[in-house]
């Protein structure tokens, strides 16, 4: 017993040691300013506060200036369990003139949960707010038990456009089904009405919302300095992507991947299917790709242009460089936590969340 006992002090001792040592080489300093229950999400406000999204449904409101976060009411009830709740948060493009807010989340009904987005108007008053006139502008066209893979990021384009990254809550196939929208970029008008120009709009309603098709769980997007979206989603065991999104392409999941599936079985590779599209990175084994920036400040000179991506079991930040319409993976900064989420403000300081309970919001600078 006594042997035990030294052993694991000794195991513990070491492997703080090694965390200490791997965040000593942070190529930033971190500032904690609040946390969280579960935090999914964060959107900055125009008088520098940042919306926090909680996965159980809370939305709170941080003052960075004071560290303390205050309430928005009025969320809609969302279905909280295994991946699913509150998910994303995206202002308006016209936000300081309309508070339209934008969420996307989990809502149970008959056959389980799928993901929903909605708009709102947000009244912000003291150190909280509420949200009034929701409406739910877009629906996963198909629910499943599990609450799995929702996904649901949400993102303005540069032309206006609302993007939702739909995840195939776990169903596989669908994700290459033309008649739902499971596991394909949307390209939506702020109504939640098909965007003009669509590649399957001859197709039929719930075709014309489709933009791209085979993701998987599709949990971060973001535009690079050319206009280009790019994305990452979570393979099965296996096959994280980072991918560039063309009008039409089929990403193949869950035809082809890099990955396998869970119970060993093999999945054929991207190289066997030329004719769908292969991403620009993938990861064998995961990093668990949870949100991406393409970086677009000056404050991290020499990160411009690169893919900042937050990784879940990877407990890291990972790096990738984009050069023409290749991607390479730079460098991997331990953050000793599953990180759920990374958004650049407007001065190019990084933000992150970390997952679970008590998930730290903290601020990034350079040293
Ligand atoms: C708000 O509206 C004014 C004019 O009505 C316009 O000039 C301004 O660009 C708008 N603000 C934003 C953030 O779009
Ligand atoms: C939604 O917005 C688009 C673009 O502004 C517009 O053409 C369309 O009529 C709107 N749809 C509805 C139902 O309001």
Partial sequence: MMHLGISVTHTLALSLALVTGALAQQPFKSEVITSHQEPWAIAFLPDNRIIVNERRGNMRLVDPATKTAGSITGVPAVAYGGQ??????????????????YISYAESGSGGAGGAVARAKLTLSGTGGALSGVEVIWRH?????????????????????LWISSGEINQMTPAQSMTGNLGKMIKLYDNGTAFAGNPFASQGAIQSQIWSLGHRNPLGIDWDAQGRLWEVEMGPMGGDELNLIESGANYGWPVVCEGSHYDGRTIPKHSTRPEMTAPKAFWVPVISPSSLVIYKGNLFSSWKGNAIITGLSSQQLVRVTITGNTAKEAQRIPMGKRMRGVREDKNGALWVIEDGANGRLMKLTPN
């Fill in 84 to 101: 699913g709740g509150l998910h994303d948060i995206a202002l308006h493009p016209d936000y300081a003139n309309n508070s339209m807010v």
């Fill in 141 to 161: 066209s198909q629910r499943a038990s599990g609450g799995l893979q929702f996904a649901c990021r949400l993102l303005f384009g540069p032309d206006g456009a």
